[in-house]
């Protein structure tokens, strides 16, 4: 067939073959990716005015691509936390909407049968007390309780009621005991945490009472000391847990050189090394409540070299025979944070060696393990302001944490 005969790219000077909207594979991918084929030059930069990050697509930034793939525009939209009713100024519940809207447009009236007052349940809800195996209605706990110590109520389901809409649901008992906080719905749950944070755990209650607690605690401690003796026993400061902080491990010896081998030929980078997700957790805690710290890492523009490079601000302390080590997470003047991962039960030893070394030093190391900061978060912020209280006063009065302390000891029990 005669090139003649195809279709050719529509680009004066082009002589290459059709490929899609009438230009040729090279000009078509030019156009996809900038709107214009004529360019050929790699952007580097965010094309919106003042922005100097890195270039990912469609000309913009990470930062600006997302928002144009939500909102549309590259630029933030105004908060709208107003009812949008007409002559209303209360706060959004859902759907841009005020409980007291969204009740009247969404939910059906119904009387409790203990204070007989009238009170709104969602349409969707009746489903729930079918399920309860009682035509009953309550408009509260009070009611629900003082109903059942008079005339006796045994529903089939366990009652649970929301922590965000305060409205009752059926949920077995097993979930509803190991839970801290209960929500209807996936939507409840986000509304909630946008409002009062993401380290407020959700799901993460503990099956044990507080003396069943204490009493298992104390118990692993004193087969520990019997069994694993640790050489970082007389440093205070020094919190790894005591199955990576020793000797001894749950694997054979073969084992653990097949571990070591294939951890060996991996291929780390510098952004496998930082920002390792728990690093990024605590240094959301953190960033959310306007503590000021040094770690992470940064992309920075290298104009000699032309690129992108990666540099790591994490705060560099000098150990013993001419090494060094880079703290996870540093708060001035001298309180380290270390997230420790699956990896460092193969580095008790090295572990133990940097807590010795710092401590010389008059640094205090705090350790939190993988898996305390992913099941208990609120539990690592709370730890992590009791040492801002103790070794920066300064800093912890200036930000005025104390009012997250007293929470965490009303809501979770957490000392003071």
Known sequence: MNLELKRICKVTGCTSIHCGLEFCNKHYLRFKKHGDSS?????????QKGCNNKH?????????????????????????????????????????????????QFGSRSKCDYC?????????????????????????????????????FKPKRNLEWCDWCERPYSKPKSLGIRTKLTFCSLKCMRIYQSHNGWYEAHNKGDSLSPEQRQRLNENLEKWRKEHEPCRSESVQE????????????????KTLVKMRKKRGDRIYTVKHMVNTPIERKIMSMLAVNEIPFIGGMKEIWNADKQKWQIKVIQKKFEMKEGRSHRADVFIEPNIVLEADGWTHQFHHVRDC?????????????????EELIHKNPQQVFHKILIAIKEHAPKLF?????SDALTFNFEKYGYPI
């Open 39 to 47: 360019i050929t030059k790699y952007q580097e930069f965010c094309n």
């Open 56 to 104: 990912s697509h469609w000309g913009l930034c990470s930062t600006h691509a997302a928002r144009v793939r939500h909102t549309g525009v590259p630029n933030l939209l105004p908060p709208s936390n107003i009812c949008n009713e007409s002559n209303c100024s209360q706060n959004v519940f859902r759907n841009k909407k005020c409980n007291s809207h969204w009740n009247e």
């Open 116 to 152: 007989l007052k009238t009170f709104v349940r969602l349409k969707y809800r009746e489903n729930e007390r079918k399920k309860i195996g009682s035509g009953r209605s309550f408009c509260s706990i009070p009611c629900r309780q003082n109903f059942t110590a008079e005339f006796g």
């Open 238 to 253: 020094c919190l790894i847990p005591s199955s990576r902080c020793t000797k001894g491990s749950s694997h054979s010896q």
């Open 353 to 369: 060696d940097i807590n010795e070394n710092l401590i010389e030093q008059n640094q205090k190391i705090f350790r939190f393990s």
């Open 397 to 401: 009065e200036r930000k005025n944490l």
